[in-house]
């Protein structure tokens, strides 16, 4: 059975898989466009970090980062660092990471759910499993500024 848990992003093979992510993310992507985040800025206050194990086996990762919405409790976040194990890749565990995120945006009252992938063929699994669950490509959000290699997409909650 797979559980999803908030976990500490510098676990030792919680930090091996994100290294593995940003790596991959830098082979795929020019450096300005590389906008994953490293386990030191995975445990911020503003971000909730979540792992899937199976009997204790890491399988995958997945973030929610809180955006600043000026005056008031936030109302917008941002899905980071979603990454299956190489291995667990085809066995729902993005999708199961994916609901729990929502289920906890929509849990703290949150009206949209942000995220900012890749353009490149690398990226298409994830964009389809975004867009199976309703997102839908936006405008740029938060600090980010248009780019040839990103894709903003956006859920209302």
Not at 4 to 26: G, K, N, T, W, Y
Not at 59 to 65: D, H, I, R, S, V
Not at 69 to 82: F, L, N, Q
Not at 101 to 123: K, N, P, V
């Amino acid at each position: 059975m797979i559980s999803i848990d908030r976990d500490d992003p510098s676990r030792a093979d919680v930090h091996q898989l994100l290294s593995e992510h940003l790596a991959d993310m830098f082979a795929t992507s020019p450096a300005e466009s590389v906008h994953a985040l490293d386990h030191s800025a995975l445990s911020a206050p503003s971000i909730t970090f979540w792992t899937a194990r199976e009997h204790g086996d890491l399988l995958g990762c997945g973030a929610l980062k809180l955006l600043d919405s000026g005056a008031g409790p936030p109302r917008h976040g941002e899905i980071k660092s979603m990454r299956t194990t190489a291995r667990a890749r085809g066995r729902g565990v993005a999708t199961l990471m994916l609901g729990h995120i929502l289920d906890h945006a929509r849990a703290r009252s949150l009206d949209r759910a942000y995220l900012e992938t890749g353009t490149e063929d690398y990226f298409a699994p994830a964009r389809r499993l975004y867009a199976r669950h309703g997102f839908t490509e936006c405008p740029p959000f938060a600090d980010y500024t248009l780019d040839s290699n990103s894709v903003f997409m956006e859920l209302r909650l």
